[in-house]
């Protein structure tokens, strides 16, 4: 399938990264579809948390040009595409254990406005941010818990928090790294759930091990091996092409 360029909101052309003696990424073409789930898989050590660390400039390529919206953002640093509307979730829940989560998400708003984080500013003047929040709160399914604890929380909800943080910076992409890792089945359809919903109006590029919820959620799968694009397509088609089916029996996956 091709797509326009005006269909595609993240598009990488020839990006490689290469460690001392290591090439981790070689050549890898991506083109994502705005407003599609796209989930980039492959077996263990096939490139994609290198991949997608340089997609989000949280590492710089060796060469390559990455565009987002027509724009070449390859030699921007992480905070520059956050406010192009570029923003990215970590596979290990990150939140402020000792405040709410209604506080925490507030905290994400405070930043979108270009505020600094001043928590000893009067708590009049930070309850402006409190209705917004409120309403990312909600669209996580966390309203019943927003004046809990952040630390208190299960797993998946603390993975539903931080999609409400990054819900905060209204991103007009996300990039999802690992969002069921560590979960149980309950906390997984829980959060499947919650990215499609929030997908409604958003691009959403996700790496993700569990096979189940990339057949499920996504509407493209690049399959990487070896820091090279092994296959693209749908996943009737990806998971039927004879060299996916040999790299994952060869080499397990994450």
Known sequence: MTTSAQDTILSARGLTKRFAGFTAVNGVDLDVRRGSIHALIGPNGAGKTTCFNLLTKFLQPSSGRITFNGRDITALQPAAIARLGVVRSFQISAVFAQMTVLENVRIALQRRRGDSFDFWRPQKVLAQFDDEAMRRVEEVGLADLA???????SYGRKRALEIATTLALEPEMMLLDEPMAGMAQEDVTRISALIRRIS???????????????????DRITVLARGEVLAEGSYAEVSQHPKVIEAYIGGGHE
């Open 200 to 218: 409604a109006n958003r691009t959403i590029l996700m790496v993700e091990h569990n096979l189940s919820v990339v057949a499920d959620l996504s």
């Open 147 to 153: 004046h809990a604890q952040a630390g208190d929380l």
